[in-house]
């Protein structure tokens, strides 16, 4: 009895390890991508892709000397850009389409939680919203509202899009439903960003990064910038700021501390992660089976 007892412990261990072994490996998504940072120039019209390392490769080129002004991923990975009256989309190996076109001076991009992007007219004072599907209506507009050149975007958790109103130096919130009303006013914004917390993080065209709670307060978060520009955080709460006038990307600590990213660049302007993918279902479904698996087991053994 004991040595059979002993046997189908030693067999449920070697065939728990192989299952094991294939979920990790299910688990791990086919060709990981690294956190890399995305960057518009928009002195070359080029897309240039970072390693964490701060290696750089060009990822797409021939945009168009200053026509590029937007950039987002969605949640499968691909990346949207403005310019031109149009928003291109590109795959993760970087072929690239017309997503939308005939837009008057497109610039901000947004995802919300739905998938649905969210584009800023400039020019037009107006707030897209397109579908997955390509389906375009106006979100919001400012023939009555305080929208006024809006420029960049940018999500809470709670699905209100903040943006930098250019316009009229201020930052509006704009409620899932369409209210619109002034979260800050007197400043220069230019990109915004919120980080895990909820703060939101704005680049400010007079040369500083301010930080908001989401009850409004303001503190300076960084200063001595020439024109910061793009904001984008990465999973680690770093902020990486790309200043325009010096062609440097600076990397930030949650607590503030300054690094030089990149140099040398022609006008950096926006910047944005790569999203990591997820785990894959069917690596979720092995872990389901061991579970399973341990527990017959164990009823076999006992019997």
């Not at 989309?89 to 901000?108: D, M, Q």
């Not at 439903?177 to 703060?199: D, I, K, R, W």
């Amino acid at each position: 009895m004991e040595t059979k007892l002993n046997s189908n412990i030693l067999a449920t261990r070697q065939t728990l390890g192989g299952i094991i072994c294939a979920g990790a490996v299910m688990l791990m998504p086919s060709n990981t991508p690294a956190e890399n940072l995305f960057e518009l120039d928009y002195g070359s019209g080029n897309i240039y892709e970072f390693t964490p390392d701060g290696t750089r490769s060009t990822f797409a080129s021939g945009l168009g000397q200053y026509a590029t002004e937007g950039m987002a991923f969605n949640s499968a990975g691909n990346l949207f850009v403005s310019g031109g009256g149009n928003i291109y989309e590109f795959t993760p190996g970087g072929v690239r389409s017309t997503f939308a076109s005939g837009l008057s001076g497109p610039t901000g991009l947004a995802f919300n939680s739905a998938g649905d992007l969210f584009v800023s007219a400039f020019f037009g004072a107006t707030i897209y919203k397109i579908t997955a599907g390509g389906v375009q209506s106006i979100f919001a507009s400012g023939l009555n509202e305080p929208l006024n050149e809006p420029y960049d975007m940018a999500f809470d958790s709670a699905g209100n899009l903040f943006v930098s109103n250019d316009g009229n130096n201020s930052i509006l919130k704009i409620t899932p439903a369409g209210v619109q009303s002034t979260f800050v006013g007197g400043v220069a914004p230019n990109e915004l960003a919120f980080n895990g917390a909820g703060n939101l993080f704005e680049a400010d065209g007079y040369g500083s990064i301010f930080e908001y709670t989401p009850g409004g307060a303001q503190s300076t978060f960084a200063s001595g910038l020439y024109n910061p520009y793009g904001l984008a955080i990465d999973s680690a709460g770093d902020l990486f700021v790309s200043d325009k006038i010096t062609g440097n990307i600076f990397e930030y600590t949650p607590g503030g501390a300054q690094s030089t990213f990149a140099s040398r660049l022609n006008a950096p302007v926006v910047l944005a992660f790569q999203p990591v993918p997820e785990p894959s279902a069917l690596g979720l479904l092995a872990v389901g089976a061991v579970a399973f698996f341990i527990r017959r087991r164990k009823l076999e053994v006992v019997a």
